[in-house]
């Protein structure tokens, strides 16, 4: 198998960094071979989490990140953990083909301050509370 690296830097690297995580969701072998992600962008959402207006996640979201840190400052995520936050979490939530690009970043930012605090639990919590909200 192959080792697969992906440096963070610009625009180009957010794409290609989108297709990778989109040929893991897909499970299609050769990403750097397909011609574009469309047929990603259709594929149905990964994150089993019930519909949502952006501001009731991003509530949510942000409670999680914040808790237990009694007025600290939060950690700063890095580029990758933003990528990473934006392509396997927020983009794959059912209600976020009508959220704004905007809207988008603001809740993978919080989503990579979970997921700098807590790594994948940060997640698992995250979707714990937004099933939970059913």
């Given at each position: ?72 400052p ?21 209600s ?39």
């Amino acid at each position: 198998m192959a080792r697969t690296t992906v440096t963070v830097a610009g625009r180009g690297d957010e794409e290609t960094a989108r297709r990778l995580i989109g040929s893991w969701l897909a499970q299609e072998p050769g990403w750097e071979d397909a011609p574009d992600c469309a047929a990603d962008a259709a594929a149905p959402s990964g994150w089993s989490v019930p519909p949502a207006s952006v501001r009731e996640v991003l509530a949510v979201a942000r409670r999680l990140a914040v808790q237990g840190l009694a007025g600290r400052p939060w950690p700063v995520p890095t580029a990758a953990e933003l990528l990473l936050a934006r392509g396997l979490v927020v983009d794959e939530h059912p209600s976020a083909a009508g959220w704004s690009e905007r809207e988008r970043a603001e809740l993978g930012g919080w989503v990579a301050v979970l997921v700098r605090r807590f790594g994948e639990a940060g997640v698992q919590r995250l979707t714990a509370a937004l099933a939970a909200r059913r």
